[in-house]
């Protein structure tokens, strides 16, 4: 973490002046766009793509080095994707980095085995699993599109959760997506998840991308449906007493929370947005975005012998940062704005005051 | 609607080869796969060509049957700012 800390100056100059030139600290890996969910607000399970193989992966990373910090293995559901374990552990080969973050479902029987697998070939990353909810019960299984998902979530949450006593590396969260469909009935995922023994409860709000092929739908929530749902989860977090590394992600959630707060209203980025110079997304096609709301194709690692150097210091993607740098764009994705947060000196002091503070004056709640 | 710039956005973007094939078979396979997805939808850029200003509005087309873009004959190519749409099941209970 002081690592990335220490890169946060370079990359401010690296924004401002286009030097020096430094490689992502945030990397987004999606191998597959296949997924077993059927989500109300995503469509990405729909595409097919002439995938990078392992080998491909492995170059890739190769290229990368020691610079990301911050991996997420993504999707698609990322376990439909065969090789994941292997995956990660190039990641972690080549990157050493000091988080791997994987979202899912929760569906197939395989994933505790899996994670196993991953938490103990990674000992020095810290793991993060999120298990997806977005509601509880029925309520779940509608918006997810997967009749008896529900059922399943708790039988893998359950097995999870064995595991997590047994690795101290591993952090087994639930995430919601906060959409026009799940909006009114927050209260009750996070009284449910409080009581899950969940390290971590996070959420992310619904927002249209091109990656997801959901622009133009309206899956997300009113600003002041959101505003007073979140409100209440802020409420709730603040009262909570975190351990470990939930407690420097939850910190960072509460200011990613109020940033989303912002930005719908004000339909702005509200703080400089880092995607194309700190953080970065590669699609299972091997094609590299700066981010997955615009999902603008920068080059494909195919066509540049897997060196991601070559694509992320190239000609192409210079117009890409004038136009962020513009602030022709501006969206609450969270992998994004966590990394924005890093760069924005009076929100990462809030995070720290919070991180930092004593743990007494924390409220603890049942 | 939020983040109305996204829209304008991909508008802009130029087209990859094989646009209209592979949109319409994720379409056709979200259909098979029944998901919520009940067609889709050509949604004209600004300035879009003749052809594609006579398309019938918010025509809801089964993938196989959805015209191909670029339309034949559009001048601006692989720059046609005209997209596919999915149409969801939830969106027609809001018309509806």
Redesign the interface.
Same mark, same amino acid.
């Given at each position: 973490m002081a690592g990335a800390l220490l890169r946060v100056p370079l990359f401010k100059l690296y924004r401002r002046l286009g030097w020096p030139p430094i490689l992502p600290i945030n990397l987004t890996l999606s191998p597959s766009p296949k997924c077993n969910s059927r989500c109300l607000t995503c469509n990405i399970w729909m595409k097919r793509e002439h995938e990078l193989t392992l080998e491909e992966w492995d170059k890739v990373l190769a290229s990368l080095g020691r610079a990301p910090f911050w991996f997420t293995l993504s999707g698609g559901e990322p376990f439909m994707y065969p090789h994941l374990v292997e995956l990660a552990q190039s990641a972690y080969e080549h990157c050493r980095p000091g988080v791997i973050n994987i979202p899912t479902n929760a569906l197939l029987p395989s994933i505790p085995d899996r994670v196993e697998r991953i938490a103990r070939s990674c000992p020095k990353s810290q793991v993060i699993i999120n298990l997806s909810l977005d509601g509880v019960g029925e309520k779940n299984d509608f918006i997810r599109g997967v009749p008896g998902n529900f059922k399943k979530f708790e039988e893998r949450l359950e097995l999870l959760l064995r595991l997590r006593n047994q690795f101290h590396n591993l952090t087994i969260g639930i995430h919601m997506v906060v959409s026009v469909f799940s909006v009114g009935h927050l209260d009750e995922v996070i009284a449910y998840a409080g009581r899950s023994g969940a390290d971590q409860f996070i959420t992310e709000i619904a927002e249209p991308r091109v990656e997801l092929d959901t622009v133009g739908l309206p899956i997300t929530p009113s600003p002041e449906s959101y505003a007073k749902a979140i409100d209440r989860l802020i409420a709730h977090v603040e009262s909570k007493r975190f351990t470990g590394m939930a407690r420097i992600t939850e910190a960072f959630r509460v200011q990613y929370y109020r940033l989303v707060k912002r930005i719908l209203d004000e339909q702005d980025q509200v703080i400089a947005c880092y995607a194309g110079w700190a953080s970065a997304h590669i699609y299972a096609d091997g094609t590299v975005w700066p981010c997955c709301v615009r999902a603008d194709n920068l080059g494909n690692l195919r066509d540049h012998n897997y060196d991601f150097k070559e694509i992320w210091f190239g000609e192409k993607i210079k117009g890409v940062r004038r136009s962020v740098s513009a602030k022709e764009c501006h969206c609450p994705l969270a992998n994004a704005s966590y990394t924005n947060i890093l760069h924005h000196i009076p929100t990462l002091a809030r995070v720290g005051a919070k991180v930092w503070q004593p743990a007494n004056r924390h409220r603890q709640v049942s | 609607? /939020?983040?109305d710039? !996204?829209?304008r956005?991909?508008h802009r973007?130029e087209k990859?080869p094989g646009y209209a094939a592979k949109t319409l /078979?994720?379409?056709r !396979?979200?259909m098979k796969?029944?998901?919520?997805?009940v067609g889709v939808v050509v949604?004209p850029a600004p300035d879009c060509c003749e052809a594609a200003r006579k398309l019938p509005a918010g025509k809801v087309y089964h993938p196989d049957q959805a015209p191909l873009l670029p339309l034949p004959d559009c001048p601006q190519g692989c720059r046609c700012g005209c997209i596919y749409?999915?149409m969801?099941t939830?969106?027609q209970a809001?018309e509806g």
């Open positions: - | 609607m /939020a983040f710039w !996204l829209n956005f991909q973007l990859e /078979a994720a379409y !396979l979200g796969a029944k998901g919520s997805i949604q749409r999915p969801m939830y969106q809001d």
